[in-house]
């Protein structure tokens, strides 16, 4: 039974004319005896405060104007700035990772084609010759 009072509380008067059920856009509101816990603008200066000295103790070389727009995106969409500021260089780090190791393996291709190599097809081997090379010349 209380599962349909629920339902009638998220319904009610948000089906269109069809029938459908049409998605509040509107904030979400307590449903009857439930409370939202909301945080006082003191508590949130502190948060702020306390997170912005945890930034500063992990990245202390880090100033503001350094931090890269995509992390204050994701603080403004909630993280906290040290939570987002790691995940930001650990993106860098794998990208960093990744073009070296494809460096490495063009490297390591390379060096197996030139050890597979037969050499040069033009030349006898190099320029240096000493006197018993050039006596196997004169015999022939």
Do not use: H
């Not at 702020?48 to 931090?67: G, H, K, M």
């Amino acid at each position: 039974m209380e599962s349909e009072e629920r339902t009638d509380v998220f319904t009610q008067g948000f089906e269109d004319e069809a029938g459908g059920v049409i998605c509040d856009q509107r904030e979400a509101e307590p449903l009857p005896g439930e409370e939202i816990p909301q945080q006082a603008p003191e508590e949130a200066d502190a948060d702020r405060s306390r997170e912005i000295l945890r930034f500063t103790q992990t990245y202390p070389e880090v100033r503001a104007s350094d931090v890269p727009d995509e992390v204050w995106n994701r603080v403004r969409d909630g993280e906290k700035l040290t939570e987002a500021y790691t995940r930001y260089e650990a993106d860098i780090l794998r990208q960093e990772n990744a073009r070296l190791r494809a460096e490495n393996d063009i490297r390591q291709r390379e060096r197996v084609n030139r050890e597979r190599s037969a050499g040069s097809m033009s030349g006898s081997g190099g320029p240096v010759r000493d006197a018993f090379d050039e006596g196997w010349d004169t015999l022939l």
